[in-house]
């Protein structure tokens, strides 16, 4: 059974870093079928894509947090990052990887069970 697990999250003052982690295990290829992908949720809003990369390597960025944040993928630790700098107070959330199957609007999808990262002015 695939299980991913995120860490990292915390709390920091707008304009600092954080580098988030996501393990995976049971299956150590599935990011070689799936794409790897990092949303966030804030309370009272929907679940949003905040980046995913391709089998390819190709990643894409929601406009937010382009040139802030960095989507990487390390096949040999079996672990997916996301670095986030300049952070701002509209970054807090709840941030899932996910191994995502099929496409952006399906249900197959592997998820992790979420990281908090809290920025405070």
């Avoid at 915390?10 to 790897?36: P, T, Y």
Wanted: aromatic letters at 10%; glycine letters at 10%; one cysteine or more.
């Amino acid at each position: 059974q695939v299980q991913l697990v995120e860490s990292g999250g915390g709390s920091v003052q707008a304009g600092g870093s954080l580098k988030l982690s996501c393990i995976v295990s049971g299956h150590i290829f599935i990011f070689s079928r799936c794409r790897a992908a990092w949303y966030r949720q804030a309370p009272g809003n929907d679940r949003e894509l905040v980046s995913i990369m391709s089998n390819d390597g190709t990643t894409t960025y929601t406009d937010s947090v382009k040139g802030r944040f960095t989507i990487s993928l390390n096949n040999a630790k079996n672990t997916l990052y996301l670095q986030m700098n300049s952070l701002k107070t509209e970054d807090t959330a709840v941030y899932y990887c996910a191994a995502v199957c099929g496409t952006l609007w399906d249900n197959n999808k592997y998820w992790g069970q979420g990281t908090q990262v809290t920025v405070s002015s």
